[in-house]
Structure formats: C-alpha cells, structure tokens
C-alpha cells in the first residue's frame, strides 16, 4: 500500500500517516491484527467464599469448646465433688446355730454409717441393694439395704439384717472353731447399691456403688458383744 505522508506545520505534533485510494473507491487503511485473547475462567471468588466460610466455622467451634472447657472447670470448682464414706460401726450376732449335717442358721445385725461430705451433691440410694457377709469364700448371711435420701455434708446411720442357711462342712467348721479360739475371725462383707447423684436440680444416671469390707473381728456368739479388731474398706463405682 502507498502511504502518503501529511506535513508538519510547526505545531510539534506528530505526522500521521493518510490512507490513499487505490482507485477502487475503497480507501484502505493500515491494516492492524488483533489476535484473539484468551478468557480464563476463574474461581477466584469460590474459592474465597469457601476459606471464609470455613474460617468461621473453626472460629465458632473453638468458641464452643473454649466454653465447654470453661463451664465444665466452673462446674467441677463449684462443686467440689468428694467421695462419700462407709464404716461399720457394729456388728450384733442375733443367731448362729448349727443344724443336722453342719448347716447354718445366721442372723446378724450390723450397724452401717454412710457419710456424704459434698456441700452440693445430695445422693439417693435406690433398690436392689445387696449386702453379702463371707467367711473364708462361703456366704453366710444375705441383706437388703434400706431406701434412703441423704441430704448435702450429712451422716447417716441404719442398721441392716442379713441371714441365711448355709451347708457349712466338716472343714469349714473346724477353721470356724480355731479362728474362734484364737479371737480373730476373717469376714469380708460386700455391698453393692444403685445410687443417683443430685448436684442442684440436675441428676446423673443410676450408678452402682460397690464395697468390700474386710474385718476380723473376735467372736461370733450370739448375745455377745462383738469386737471389731480391723477394718479394711475397698471401694468402687460402675457408671
């Protein structure tokens, strides 16, 4: 193509060039190509909303369990929660008779003392209580425990009567009569009990408190005041 070039008039612009008619009546200009620019599709923004939406997400669940955290710490701290005791102040034989072929007849009467030292924890003892007294491995007496709500740093004393009728044996009864004459008889008592805590007006589900008490004690007699010379107490609970 011809390209003619405009004059310059002092004026300090640029010369620009004038397109020149070939003849045809189409003036052509200075052909310019423009490539086809690629469009790139972006997820830029998607992406963005679904950081933020995950951001807050973390921010509320640490939020959560910061104060989870805390209340549960205020909770216990409140609370103060101990573990109640149990002694077994005394124990009366009523009746310990030998029948035919060495079997048992018992009834023992024994005193319990339940002690609740929490300020804000009441605790109900429900039933199907068990109360079990052994000598060496064989059962002697069975018992229930009473029903009872005990209020908030109270002590509670009861009574409780086992009994039974137990095939004692030949052997057996010649430890029973040894360990008689040496004043030191081994029993183990058992206890298991459903308890539920109340801590305010909130109550846990029925747990199972259970004790085992190992005594020796002097004589077995009935009618006769029994010495407790030791006392060992093991205990455990079964959410």
Sequence with gaps: MNVQYAKSYGDGKPVVPIPENNGNGIIQGPSSHRGNVPRHSSCKSES???????CWCCCLLLVFMFGLAGVLIYTVISLDPKPPSYKFNKIEVRKFEFGNEFSLHTQIAITIEAENPNRNIRIFYGNDSMVAMVYRG????????????????????????????????YGLHSKLVKDTNSGQIPL????????????????????????????????????????????????????
Excluded at 139 to 146: A, Q, R, T, V, Y
Aim: proline residues 3%; charged residues 20%.
């Design 138 to 169: 064989t059962i002697l007496s069975l018992g229930n425990l009473p029903v009872f709500y005990q209020d908030k740093e109270n002590s509670t004393i009861f009574d409780v009567v086992v009994e039974g009728v137990t095939s004692f044996g």
């Design 188 to 239: 183990i008592i058992f206890i298991k009990v459903p308890a539920v805590l109340q801590a305010w007006t909130m109550d846990t589900k029925e747990l199972t408190v259970y004790i085992q008490c190992n005594l020796v004690v002097d004589s077995l007699q009935p009618d006769k005041k029994v010495d407790i010379i030791s006392a060992q107490y093991r205990y455990n609970v079964k959410f």
């Design 48 to 54: 963005d909303g679904s950081c933020g939406c995950l």
